[in-house]
């Protein structure tokens, strides 16, 4: 490993992350614009303002953390580096997204529960009368072709990466045509008439945003505490700690393996057992492709205690 908290390995694809991310940020604030030029009356719009202005969330915490993780290296108050302020920066990010999602729900339920009419209007462009309805269905069209494009580029980064905060913007941005086919129901349906269409709509958007924060927060915190390493999209044990598990217990029978993971590193302990006789390198246990062996950054040795008299 290099000087800093990063492996040497992941120097380029980082590079590749930290640009995307730059250009996921100014996108967004486009996004973000467009929809706040005609936002009107309509809870669709304003659901999915929300969330595209939260979308500016796990960008900027991966490119905080990014910064550290390059540029922070090790020190005395700091003997690890920081490898673990992705995820920090992971977590903040299930808590927003929980938060907010919550809050948009109950919104949107308060409104369907009142029978709110929400209506919307026409603005005059050049001495024309144009509804305004017009105006977000383009705005709502504008908003899926970024976010569709820089999730599919986000996914193999994150991959390589094996990064989580990097891995929920990418599905994020992905899932936002979701979002975008609600919000044109919900203006659609406001131009036919159909006043619950924009509610029922809204908490749609939220709901979306509300599971993806709660899945984020199960395995956020599961690191936070020294969890076993769990998988990019779910809370379920990651492939590569089951299969970890397996080898040392394997060559080491009778032990017991402990794994945890800080960011994108896997640290493990084999307690009961003596180290081997040979110096090896914590990648020599790595089981699978050699080219991931990086994730596994240390392999710690606990013998047994001695008998009495020993």
């Known amino acids: 490993m290099s000087g800093n908290s990063l492996p040497a390995e992941l120097s380029t694809p980082m590079r590749k992350a930290i640009r995307l991310e730059y250009w996921n940020i100014f996108w967004t604030l486009t996004v973000i614009v467009t ?19 939260l979308g500016l969330v796990p960008p900027m915490m991966f490119l905080i953390a990014a910064r550290f993780e390059r540029k922070g290296g090790r020190s005395e108050r ?21 938060a907010v999602g919550a809050l948009l729900l109950y919104n949107s339920g308060m409104a369907l529960a009142a029978a709110e009419h929400a209506t919307v209007g026409s603005i005059v462009i050049f001495g024309q009368d144009i509804w305004l309805g017009w105006l977000m269905i383009a705005a709502q069209l504008y908003s899926l072709v970024p976010p569709l494009i820089i999730g599919r580029k986000e996914l193999p980064l994150a991959q390589e990466l094996n990064d ?25 349906g406001l131009g ?30 599961a690191e936070l505490i020294d969890g076993a390493p769990r998988g990019l999209s779910s809370a379920d044990l990651s492939e590569d700690a089951l299969k970890l598990c397996d080898r ?18 896997i640290r493990a302990e084999v307690h009961d057992t003596h180290p081997p006789t040979d110096h090896r390198h914590p990648r020599h246990y790595w089981p699978g492709h050699k080219k991931r062996a990086w994730r ?4 710690s040795f606990i013998p047994p205690l001695p008998e009495d008299g020993d």
């Open 248 to 265: 040392l217990r394997e060559e080491f029978p009778g032990a017991t393996v402990r794994l945890r993971e800080t960011g994108r590193l």
């Open 296 to 299: 596994l950054a240390q392999v």
């Open 78 to 98: 700091f003997p690890f580096g920081y490898e673990r302020l992705n995820g920090l920066g992971f977590f903040l990010a299930a808590v927003a997204l929980s």
């Open 164 to 188: 989580k905060l990097l891995h929920t913007d990418a599905l994020m941005n992905k899932a936002n045509w979701l979002t975008g086919a609600a919000g044109l129901a919900g203006v659609i």
């Open 192 to 221: 036919l008439g159909r006043w619950w269409a924009d509610s029922v709509a809204a908490a749609l958007i939220s709901i979306d945003v509300l599971n993806d924060g709660i899945k984020a927060l199960r395995s956020s915190t």
């Open 35 to 53: 929809m706040g030029l005609v936002l009107g009356q309509s809870e669709t719009m304003k659901t999915a303002w929300v969330e595209d202005t």
